[in-house]
Each structure stands twice: as C-alpha cells, then as structure tokens.
C-alpha cells in the first residue's frame, strides 16, 4: 500500500494540467470517487434516520403529555 | 540444549516492537486508566500472540499435524464466523444507556448524527492516501467512537487492518478528555462557549421508554437494514432495561454479560496483532487517520450547532454538538468541564448527555450505512 502510495501519481500535480492528472490518476480517483460517494450518502441517511427518529419521538412525547 | 535457545532465537525485532507495544498498552490501563478493561487485555494478548511459536495460535509440529490455539479459535470463533463478540457487547451497552435525556429533549438527536462527519472524511482521506475502498471504509468507522462497532465494520469488511483499527478506536476513545477540548477551542470563542443553556426536561412516560427500542430498530433497520444487527442488538439491551419486568437479565446484561465479553473481545482482537501484520507503515498511518475521524467528529458536530444556531431564537452552546460522539459518557463530561470554565454556573451536563446517548444511535447506524455500501 505504502509502495503504491510512493509510485502514485501526487506529482503529476506539478503539471498543472486537470486532464492529464485525472488520467494518470486513474485507479486511485475510482476510489476516492467511491470514498466521496459514500461520504455525501452516509451523511444523508445518518439524518434521514436520526431525524425520522427524533420526529416519531416528538411526536410521542407529544401525544403522551395530553393525555 | 538446543532448544532452550530456539524460541529465543527465533525472536524478531517486530516481535520485539510489539512486546513494546503491548508493554505500554498495559502501562496506559494501569497508569493513566485509559480504557483498562480493553487495553490491558490487549496489551497482554499482543505479547502472548508475538512469543515465538505460541501455543495460543495454530501451529504445525513434525509428526502430530496442526495444533488448535485458543486465541485464534476465539478469534475465528467469536468475531470472524460470526461477529459475536461485538454484538453481545451490544445488548450489554443497551442495557446500561438511560436515553430519559434524549428522549426528553429529541432536538439533541441531531447531534449525534452530526458528529458522525469524522468518519466519512476520513474514508475520503484514506481513499486519497492510496487505501483500498473497504480498508478506507474500515479506518473511517474508528471515527465512531465505539471499539464494537469498529470491529464489526471492520471484520465484515475483510479489512487486513482489524487490529490497528481496534487499538486506535479503544486508544482514542481514552483519549477524548485530551482530543476534544483541543478541536472545540478550534473552532469555537470564548463567547460561544460561554453560552448558558436552559434545562427544561419534557417528563418521558413509561410507554414512549419502551416503544423508543422497538421504533428504533425498526426505522434503523428500514432505511438502513445493513445496521439492523448493530442497532438491534443495542435497542435489544434497552428494552431490557426499559421494560420493567426483566430486570434480573437486565442486571446481568449491564454487569456479568458486558464484563465476560470485554474480558474476551481484549485478548480474542490481539490475534489480529501478530507482528508480521501490525508492525507496518500503514499502523502508524492508521493512528493518524484515527486521530484525523476524531478531530472531525467534533468539529462537524460543533460547527452543526453553530449552524442550527443561525435559525434559532434559543442559543445552542456549540459545544453540546462534540457530545454527539459515541465515547459515553467522557463527551458529556467535557462539555461540562469546558462549559464550567467558561463560567462557573453553566451547566451543561444534561444537554451533553442527550446529545452522547444520540451519539451511541448515530454511530452504530454510521456503521451499518457503511457496510449497506458494499451489501
């Protein structure tokens, strides 16, 4: 991993130059896409599901202190 | 005579690393009290697995075959066949969380699922640092603050990193009383932390203590069905607890089921710290990117409040949004400490705890989001 991380690609930077970097780059963007993918997913459905959560237990204390 | 010098001989200088290794594990549970039941396991278990030739792994002796060890068979046994170690674990954390502060004070949930932030930068940190996807995926989860679930993530995954990923998550989680107050003063001012918080609990009936498990599980295990086993196992435990007809199981789930788990899940994950595997680049590496989750698990949650605090006519103190990591209750403590320096009469305890029990929720539900990925 370290070998990879060393011959990877992080100095085609210095070429300034977008298309070329992304197509050195190649394999290690599939998995930084996939890590980016997860991210802005996991976040969502981290708050869809505390956030419907915490609504049906409002909703609850709600009903239980009319009665 | 020869071999009372082979094993001696035979000892290698990762070997060694990790007699040191395990050497100052112990000394952190003994000295500085950082996580003893899980640490001192591990700490000896690293020095039992490293002796050349030990009898508590497999191994193959001229003329009899293969020999069973006891820890490899409790690896194998416990958390690869079946991930059955985190997931009693579980039903022990359950049953000793009292959610009364969340439930009375459901805004706080939200914080729990905020400071999960951590763990999903540093999947893309990993994954920028050249990790392959599902190790990346496995790092990230040390940012939820809960050493069961990153096992579990861990181990589902296949991750070669399992035993790096267990001392970060348990080293870190110790570590919180020193991490936290650092990333907070970061982004917060002395103004902000100073913010006085009203305490006003909703009173929480008996039937919203009990249908609370039994929702969760079910909401958890709709949109998320990956996390249904985490998040089940821990609304498990609660419903014990809450429940009030069992409360003979729930005191041993809190007392004799947690502690006989800790007591095995310490020495069982030291299988994963042979040396030939741990003594690498990518540990220290990992030790970093743990460290990296935790930072930005406080200041997701933190810069949340501040964020909340645009749109509401009542304050926030920012600090309550660090409580929604998963280490409970040292979170909440901080945030006490921290609001108690800031001002003597603020106290912030109780809003910290609502928002460290949503934490406990949030992380093992991050957990199963993670795994739903690769499903």
Known sequence: MLHQLLNSSIGVIGGADGPTAVFVTGPNMDNVNQALDIMGKGMLGI????????????????????? | MEFLWEGLLSITWQQVVMYLVGAVLIWLAIKKDYEPALLLPMGFGAILVNLPLSGVLNQTMQGVGETQGIIQWLFETGIE????????LFIGIGAM?????????????????????????????????????????????????????SILVSQVLKSSYIGAIAVAAYSYMALVPIIQPMAIKLVTTKKERAIRMEYRPAG????????????VTFVAGLVAPASVSLVGFLMFGNLIRECGVLNRLSETAQNDLANLVTLLL???????MQAERFVTVETLMIMGLGLFAFIFDTIGGVLFA??????????????????????????????????????????????????????????????????????
Do not use: Y
């Open chain 1, 47 to 67: 708050f869809v599901v505390i956030g419907l959560i915490a609504i049906i237990v409002t909703v609850l204390s709600r009903l239980g202190n009319n009665r």
């Open chain 2, 81 to 88: 066949a079946s991930e059955a170690f985190p997931l009693l």
């Open chain 2, 97 to 149: 969380i009292d959610f009364g502060p969340l439930l009375s004070n459901p805004k706080m949930f939200l914080f729990g699922a905020a400071a999960q932030f951590g763990i999903f930068l540093t999947i893309v940190l990993a994954a920028v640092l050249g990790f392959d996807i599902k190790d990346a995926a496995s790092i990230g989860i040390i940012g939820a603050a809960d050493g069961p679930t």
């Open chain 2, 204 to 215: 929480v009936s008996k039937t919203t203590r009990i249908l609370f498990p039994i929702i």
């Open chain 2, 266 to 272: 310490g020495i069982t994950i030291s299988f994963s």
């Open chain 2, 306 to 375: 501040k964020l909340l605090n645009l749109f509401s006519k009542s304050k926030i103190n920012p600090m309550i949004g660090a409580a929604g990591i998963s280490a409970f209750p040292m979170s909440a403590r901080v945030v006490e400490k921290m609001g108690i320096a800031e001002d003597n009469q603020n106290h912030l305890l109780m809003h910290a705890v609502g928002a460290n029990v949503s934490g406990q929720i949030a992380s093992a539900v991050a957990g199963g989001i993670v795994l739903g990925f690769f499903m």
